[in-house]
């Protein structure tokens, strides 16, 4: 298995741009979760899909991001428009039941 | 509140030497208790967990550790550090309250010299 594919691995911008990030889950796995990485803040939930259903979004920062996955092998997270203070490595993770989540290589965000 | 604590911000160990990571955590219930490594510009991988029953437990490229429930510890061993070991290691806790999460602690950079 190719493991939890996101893409792009960067991605630079300029304030105000949209954004969208792409991720593949491992296939079987019915569980995919968005984090968001930087050194402030350390690694934080965004929001959780189960079967691709939206769980818990809670994490979500404000209205400018939100997150789909319209079937069991695609999910985006979108951020419209973009910030600087949005510049961080988002990392996707999937996991199968009640087993340990496997991450992505992350997609490293800059904003300008 | 639930919490996981990795006291050490950087750990520096000489290879060959045995290294210790630590983890320390306050949740409510049986903790279900997870290590994850990274490392430079990787996602975390999963190294080891700990659900129930042995205390000591093995997990991938030779690292261990031990779930002590009276220090409310799951610290992070290996025998003997190599170079190789150099990464970001997070230590994660299941949310009792909303099992499908996990708490992250903030992460402890490992330093092994040559």
């Known amino acids: 298995d190719a493991g939890v594919i996101q893409s792009p691995r960067h991605e630079v911008t300029e304030m105000g741009q949209e954004v969208t990030l792409r991720c593949k889950p491992i296939?079987?796995?019915?569980?995919l979760f968005w984090y968001r990485q930087t050194m402030m803040r350390g690694l934080e939930l965004l929001i959780y899909?189960?079967?691709?259903?939206?769980?818990?979004d809670s994490g979500m920062p404000e209205d400018r991001f939100s997150a789909k996955m319209p079937n069991a092998s695609f999910s985006t997270l979108k951020i419209q428009p973009s910030e600087p203070r949005d510049s961080a490595v988002y990392f996707c993770?999937?996991?199968?039941?009640?087993?340990?989540?496997?991450f992505g290589p992350g997609t490293r965000l800059t904003v300008l | 509140a639930q919490s996981v604590a990795q006291p050490e911000d950087q750990v520096n160990v000489a290879e060959g030497n045995p290294l210790t990571v630590k983890c320390t955590y306050s949740?409510?219930?049986?903790?279900?208790l997870f290590w994850y490594v990274q490392y430079p510009n990787r996602g975390l991988q999963f190294l080891l967990k700990?659900?129930?029953?042995?205390?000591l437990v093995k997990g991938s490229y030779g690292f261990e550790a031990e779930f002590n429930k009276s220090q409310t510890s799951f610290h992070l061993k290996k025998p003997s550090a190599l170079v190789s070991d150099s990464a970001l290691y997070f230590c994660?806790?299941?949310?009792?309250?909303?099992?499908?999460?996990?708490?992250f602690g903030t992460g402890t950079r490992l330093q092994v010299f040559p």
């Open positions: 296939s079987g796995h019915d569980y």
């Open positions: 949740v409510s219930g049986n903790p279900y």
């Open positions: 994660a806790v299941r949310d009792p309250y909303n099992t499908d999460k996990l708490i």
């Open positions: 899909f189960n079967n691709n259903v939206p769980i818990d």
């Open positions: 700990y659900i129930t029953g042995d205390n």
């Open positions: 993770a999937s996991r199968r039941l009640d087993n340990e989540q496997f």
